[in-house]
């Protein structure tokens, strides 16, 4: 009975309602009030707290702010990552397949002896001198003689695609059974060298034999290569457009005697003859 009294007399003073106001300090005007009971009170308190909870689960749940609370991050990330992981070990591959394709360059053009039509009269003990810097491995002597064999004009280059990189009188045709993989080109000193094809420029530089080079890399596997210029105009990576001046006529190099342009095409890794695509003459 004690405590069934206790209960009653609980309840009934969970029920009372009083009178929470809010009054100004200097007036004592009553600026508002509420009248409640405790048990209105406690209800008030719980709803609230309900609201609360359900909002931070669902916040939690559906947003990114999970990932405040949980190591795992979401399906999608996952499957971003691994899409990205597989684009960069692809991009890699790319990388070191081309890095490689503009060393073979590098030692072809810097360590084969090449012989133009204007070299007679060279200084034999200066490019003696010069080549003893040199040491040829098998495998580049390997390369270089399966290059040079690789004479062909492959059929599928037209010849309307072509523009001339200079005008002027060819002084050596092309032959690759004495070592000369392209032709020379009298014309005019400080002449401006122009991009045979729309491409991008992979080699930009110089070499003791042939002194400045420009490479360009066009579509479908071609290749033109500029030597003995004066100066060049572009760098490594710059895009071109046909007819876009991309160096100068010169005279650089052991391997030459008087300004002049050499000039390759290469198809596929074979070396093609650069007269049966274009017109040098004026």
Not at 55 to 68: A, H
Request: net charge positive; glycine share 4%.
């Amino acid at each position: 009975m004690e405590i069934s009294k206790k209960i009653k007399q609980l309840i009934t003073n969970s029920r009372e309602k009083h009178k929470l106001s809010f009054t100004d300090d200097t007036t004592y005007r009553v600026k508002w009030s509420l009248r409640l009971s405790s048990f209105n009170l406690y209800t008030l308190i719980a709803l609230y707290t309900l609201i609360i909870f359900i909002g931070l689960f669902f916040l939690i749940k559906y947003t990114s702010v999970r990932n405040l609370f949980v190591d795992a991050p979401p399906t999608a990330s996952v499957f971003q990552i691994n899409q990205n992981t597989k684009l960069i070990d692809s991009l890699s591959q790319q990388i070191q397949s081309r890095q490689k394709y503009l060393d073979d360059l590098k030692m072809i053009l810097s360590k084969q002896s090449f012989s133009d039509s204007l070299s007679e009269g060279v200084n034999d003990s200066l490019y003696s001198n010069y080549q003893a810097n040199f040491i040829k491995s098998r495998d580049d002597s390997t390369l270089r003689h399966k290059i040079e064999s690789m004479s062909h004009l492959p059929e599928d280059i037209t010849y309307d695609f072509f523009s001339a990189p200079v005008k002027g009188k060819v002084s050596r045709s092309f032959n690759p059974a004495k070592n000369h993989l392209g032709v020379d080109i009298v014309t005019q000193k400080d002449a401006p060298v122009k991009s045979c094809l729309e491409g991008t420029v992979i080699f930009s530089g110089w070499t003791p034999n042939e002194g400045e080079i420009v490479i360009l890399q066009h579509n479908n596997d071609l290749i033109s290569i500029y030597k003995h210029c004066q100066s060049v105009l572009k760098k490594v990576g710059d895009k071109v457009q046909t007819a876009d001046p991309i160096a100068v006529v010169g005279n650089s190099g052991e391997h030459t005697s008087g300004p002049h342009l050499h000039f390759e095409i290469w198809k596929s890794g074979r070396v093609v003859d650069p007269q049966k695509l274009i017109s040098f003459e004026n």
